[in-house]
């Protein structure tokens, strides 16, 4: 017959150490008053049983949470299925495992920023990452997140940024773009309420006014069914344009795709380009001409960060770097 031992409990140790369950808690999370005798009594005995605290139970009660929530702010709940984000959730998920901390996804609808208030008033929550952050969020943040919070976005006196430099890849692939012949060149845009994406439009429309050539803006919201759409009415608005820059990879897919629906070459007669550099990039036919984006970087940055708990600089980007492929 196999006996089985269950782990010691803090009720063991007090019962060992002759003091009260609550005496013990206090001694073992070292907060609240003990006397020398009973902390002494209670290390002891947690010695001699073996005890080890559970982690989530004492981050309770020192009040400095179990989870990292990664939020991300969007028109729908559909924003947390992107790729994008399940790579922010797989870094910080990396970063918080040595600290015994879980990592949650959370949606924060563009019309009720104050969920980020709920959050920080929960317990549970260590500290919170943004992402597809705004002015509207970064407002609702209250001052006693401070130093357990950080955006990958925009940011604010209270709440750091990390961030990547999506113009200068921008500006690098428009470059390009122009360096092989084509001068009558189109983008695909991100959604208009994020600050990332006015970057990425501000480094199109620097390049293309410099060299003289039209602006040719059609909106999207980093999608591949968005990208697919907008191919078709850039083709139908400008039936001249011999490139289209995508706002990320997965619009830029879709573009490919929308091009090869009505008969088009790729990059024959309209090069197209993306920007993430996403694994997906370099396999597609034809291989993906794009922007790096450091995505891992920049979330464990964010999440070592809030974590540390100690001062960072108010915004950290990281820089993007054309990469070169058939598609443009």
């Known amino acids: 017959m196999t006996t089985t031992h269950r782990p010691p409990t803090l009720e063991d140790v007090a019962r060992a150490a002759g003091v009260s369950r609550a005496t013990a808690s206090r001694v073992i999370a070292g907060t609240g008053y003990a006397s020398a005798a009973a902390r002494e009594r209670v290390t002891v005995a947690a ?62 609808p563009t019309r009720a920023p104050g969920v980020v208030r709920r959050l920080a008033e929960d317990r549970s929550v260590g500290g919170i990452i943004l992402i597809n952050t705004t002015e509207t969020v970064l407002d609702a943040v209250p001052v006693g997140l401070r130093g357990r919070v950080a955006s990958i976005g925009i940011g604010s006196a209270l709440v750091p940024a990390f961030d990547v430099d999506n113009g200068g890849g921008t500006e690098a692939v428009v470059r390009h773009l122009y360096a092989s012949g084509r001068r009558r060149i189109a983008m695909v845009t991100g959604p208009r309420w994020l600050s990332c994406a006015g970057r990425s439009v501000g480094a199109y429309r620097r390049v293309v006014r410099d060299a003289a050539l039209p602006v040719r803006l059609v909106p999207g919201d980093f999608s591949a069914d968005r990208g697919r759409a907008a191919a078709r009415e850039v083709l139908a608005r400008w039936p001249d344009t011999d490139a289209i820059v995508g706002s990320s990879d997965a619009t830029a897919l879709g573009v490919i795709d929308g ?66 492929r058939v598609s443009g």
């Open 47 to 108: 010695d001699l049983l073996g005890y080890a605290p559970n982690p989530a139970a004492r981050a309770l009660v020192r009040g400095t949470g179990v989870r990292l929530v990664v939020a991300v702010t969007g028109t729908a709940p559909a924003v947390l299925d992107d790729p994008y984000v399940h790579r922010v959730l797989g870094a910080c998920a990396r970063v918080c495992a040595p600290y015994g901390l879980g990592v949650a996804l959370h949606w924060l």
């Open 259 to 324: 091009l090869r629906g009505d008969g088009v070459q790729v990059p024959g007669d309209v090069a197209v380009t993306g920007f993430d550099d996403i694994p997906l990039a370099a396999m597609t036919t034809p291989a993906l001409t794009t922007a790096t984006h450091p995505v891992t970087q920049i979330a464990s940055a964010a999440a070592t960060a809030v974590l540390g708990g100690r001062p960072v600089p108010p915004a950290t980007m990281f820089p993007s770097r054309l990469v070169r």
